[in-house]
């Protein structure tokens, strides 16, 4: 006997009769989308039991290899833990066409319990500490990401696509290029299209300076869960359309080594019970609150580098005058600066956070910068003078730009511990380290270039 449908169910095929399918998923720790195709006819017991998926999941490398230190793999049995479907996330697939929807999950422990490995769950743990103080974050994600060719260099690199009207190939940097966004706009209305569908409020978009990159903000929302949820559906929006158009699109934080790097930047404010933004202030450096926030999240910074730059290529970001910081900073309206308060009437003032790559796990960079801002504003923390001038003449306590160094301070970060969880911190460095080991294990290209001839 088939399941009676849930009423969201039975509402979306209303509106969606040829829906057969449910691409039903998670994603990992680094944001690598885990799930199941589902059928109409099993859909309806997603929502009632969730689906069984292993915690492993969240033991996974890069490469999807289960690291068994974690103790999530052969120690317990790889045991499946329920999934259940996240609100507002039934959408449909607008690039496959053989009537597939799509639902985002997150995982529970049996007995209810949300899942300490879940990214997801690790943010809604943070976000419960400022609602115990009745205060509600407002998040703005902004993406960065390439388009690239299928096909590689002689020397296996990425390198831009044709342009779609001239058909050169082009390598110039060119920042908030109209020219760009016009060889580009068919594809770019292509996902602005499929972000309409999918609930998606992406807003601008614009060419920064690498060859087929751009940047697209995302509307904030007063719900930093459903602000992370909509960024990766829209990292998978970008990803399936470039590639039904014979592309790919990558949010590795550097690509290419003489062009511009991809962030991941988060503004945030914050609400009062009355819904007034406590932030909300003429002159910055004026509003104690403000200030307690960017207190908090400079003493942060370094030791969440683990979470903002998540791999080795992470790290080649982080150059002097790349607009990436390489000290903890604070400034009004400077790009150079770790935390940037950008031009804005004050009643939208908010912190920027500049320092994660656009390989970087949303739920998780918000859940450390939202971490920061509680500490400073619990303990009434101030913040040094705000950086004027060149960000990269200033001096500073740098900021760990070596994987491993990042690794260990998060692995002994109290902070760490307390707001995330100390089960999850473990795990995630456990994880990181595993895959550092694995990467440098390998002996690359350049090393047999530079060295076998030479010693």
């Known amino acids: 006997m088939t399941d009676p449908l849930p009423t969201e169910i039975s509402a979306f095929l209303e509106r969606h009769p040829g829906t057969r399918f449910f691409d039903v998923f998670l994603n990992d720790l680094n944001t690598v989308e885990r799930g199941k195709r589902i059928d109409l006819s099993s859909i309806a017991a997603v929502y009632r039991e969730g689906m069984p998926l292993p915690g492993s999941l969240f033991a996974l490398d890069v490469l999807g290899g289960t690291v068994q230190q974690t103790g999530l793999g052969f120690d317990e049995g790889d045991a499946d833990r329920p999934c259940r479907p996240l609100p507002r996330s039934l959408v449909p697939v607008p690039w496959l ?73 082009e390598f110039r940097t060119q920042i908030n290029s109209m020219t760009d966004l016009n060889e580009f706009s068919e594809v770019l209305a292509e996902i602005d299209r499929a972000c309409h569908v999918q609930d998606i409020p992406a807003t601008t978009a614009l060419a920064e300076y690498g060859p087929g990159q751009f940047e697209v903000n995302l509307a904030h929302q007063p719900d930093a869960l459903l602000a992370c949820d909509q960024a990766l559906r829209f990292k998978r929006v970008v990803r399936s359309v470039a590639r039904a158009r014979g592309w790919d699109a990558t949010f590795m934080a550097k690509p290419y080594r003489d062009m511009a790097g991809s962030g991941l ?92 790559g656009a390989d970087a796990n949303p739920y998780l960079v918000v859940a450390w910068m939202l971490a920061g801002m509680h500490l400073g504003i619990s303990a009434g923390q101030e913040p040094p003078p705000a950086l004027s001038g060149n960000a990269y003449q200033q001096s500073g306590e740098p900021l760990p730009t070596h994987w491993a160094t990042a690794i260990e301070r998060f692995r002994g970060s109290r902070l760490a511990g307390e707001y995330l969880g100390r089960p999850f911190s473990q795990l995630y460095a456990t994880v990181k380290q595993a895959e550092l080991d694995e990467f440098n294990s390998y002996v690359s290209p350049l090393e047999v270039e530079w060295y076998m001839g030479a010693i």
């Open 97 to 169: 066409r053989d009537g597939v929807a799509q639902l985002q999950v997150s995982m529970y422990e049996h007995d209810g319990r949300p899942f300490f490995g879940d990214p997801r769950q690790v943010l809604a743990r943070v976000m419960d500490r400022f609602h115990r103080l009745n205060l509600t974050p407002v998040v703005a994600i902004e993406y960065e990401f390439y388009f690239i060719d299928r096909e590689r260099t002689a020397a296996g690199q990425p390198q831009p696509p044709p342009l779609p009207l001239t058909g050169r190939r």
């Open 265 to 356: 930047h988060v503004h945030a404010s914050v609400l009062d019970a009355g819904g007034r933004n406590i932030f909300e202030c003429e002159e910055p450096a004026q509003c104690a609150d403000l200030r307690h926030a960017i207190a908090g999240l400079l003493g942060t910074l370094g030791e969440g580098m683990a979470i903002c730059a998540p791999g080795p290529n992470s790290y080649r970001r982080f150059r002097p005058e790349s607009y990436v910081p390489m000290i903890p900073s604070w400034s009004i309206n400077n790009r150079g600066s770790a935390l940037r308060i950008p031009m804005s009437d004050a009643r939208n003032r908010r912190i920027e956070h500049r320092l994660a």
